[in-house]
């Protein structure tokens, strides 16, 4: 039998079958012209386009000529019933990725552990089985995503080291994105290897033990971060940085008092007030004293400035620049007001 029919007559068709989607409608379409019925595919671009419309416009539409009415129906019924079927090519029994199956860590487990050590954990694991599975080509395009994810990490890292200047900065932003990024990698790279693997029995690493490496290495690079934060930039330069930030001056504090100068003098944070109208005595300066103190303790990167030595200066002048007093804020001040 042949599928090169010519093309029904249009004027001489009637509705057999109608579908909400193309893929039945097209295997009816197939049955019938290896019978040599012609037949044709009604509103099939627009149900393609638009499945929400299928309903609308009453689905797709299979039509035949009315004369070969009868024989199309019962193509129809013996398709439903389920006595015919496309003809489909020899195709070989599966087999699994690998013979024999290597030992493998468990795919889906690896993405459940990495919520809380980080989505570097289960692409270095995902990694591993494509190699034991000896496939190059995954293995190397999962190099890629581990070696990208590794990548965006030491850009956080020099981020927060030169901007905020705190491991809690780079904490948060580790929070805010692993798990985001983790349900992206699952989704485009993750799952391929977990229905691979599924359908087969294979030998299984201990989960325990990668988890516990895993949060070794966390931990230990927690440590080195938080030791090179601590160690690494001196605490002139980072005085320096925030003196660099501070903005345009002169700025107005509140109505009696402007803030005319912040200046870096090594390790401490000078800054100078000036005051109209009044002269501050010893309870104003110890008011002013406690809320500084509060809002500097308060303030992570200047805390952390704060225990490292850093100290704040604050002095106060009147409108011709002479002394009114002032007072300093110390490390040790923020662990005396907790």
């Known amino acids: 039998m042949s599928n090169d029919l010519p093309p029904p007559d249009p004027a001489t068709l009637v509705t057999l079958a109608r579908f909400d989607s193309l893929p039945e409608a097209a295997i009816l379409r197939g049955l019938l012209e290896s019978s040599d019925i012609p037949v044709r595919l009604s ?14 416009i009453g689905g797709l539409r299979v039509e035949v000529p009315a004369g070969r009415l009868a024989e199309a129906r019962q193509v129809l019924s013996a398709w439903q019933a389920g006595q015919l079927a496309l003809d489909e090519p020899d195709s070989e029994p599966a087999r699994p990725p690998c013979e024999p199956m290597p030992r493998l ?9 990495a919520v809380p050590l980080g989505p570097w954990f289960a692409m270095l694991l995902h990694y591993l089985n494509w190699r034991s599975l000896g496939n190059v080509v995954q293995a190397r395009r999962e190099l890629h995503w581990l070696s990208g994810m590794l990548l965006a990490t030491a ?22 994105l692993s798990l985001p990024v983790l349900l992206f990698w ?12 599924l359908p087969w029995p294979y030998p299984r ?14 931990a230990t690079f927690w ?7 601590r160690l690494g930039v001196p605490v002139d330069e980072r005085v320096a940085a925030l003196v660099h930030s501070a903005g345009k001056l002169p700025q107005q504090v509140d109505e009696l008092t402007t803030r ?14 000036q005051v109209s109208g009044i002269e501050p005595d010893a309870a104003m300066l110890d008011a002013a004293f406690r809320a500084d103190l509060w809002r500097s303790c308060r303030d992570g990167q200047i805390a952390a400035l704060l225990a490292r030595g850093m100290i704040i200066d604050v002095r106060f002048v009147d409108p011709a620049g002479q002394p009114l007093g002032g007072y300093r804020i110390r490390g040790e001040d923020c662990q005396s007001a907790r």
């Not at 699952?186 to 693997?197: C, E, F, K």
């Not at 440590?223 to 934060?229: D, N, R, T, Y």
């Open 43 to 56: 509103d099939a671009y627009t149900v393609q386009g638009n499945p929400l419309l299928a309903g609308a």
């Open 105 to 113: 860590w468990q795919p889906d487990w690896a993405a459940v552990l």
């Open 155 to 176: 850009a956080a890292v020099a981020y927060a080291w030169w901007g905020p200047g705190e491991v809690v900065a780079l904490l948060a932003m580790a929070m805010l």
């Open 186 to 197: 699952y989704l485009a790279r993750g799952r391929a290897q977990s229905r691979l693997l």
């Open 205 to 218: 690493r201990p989960m325990w033990l990668a988890f516990v490496l895993g949060g070794l290495l966390t």
């Open 223 to 229: 440590f080195a971060v938080e030791l090179a934060f």
């Open 260 to 273: 005319i100068a912040v200046r870096a003098e090594g390790p401490v944070l000078a800054e100078v007030l």
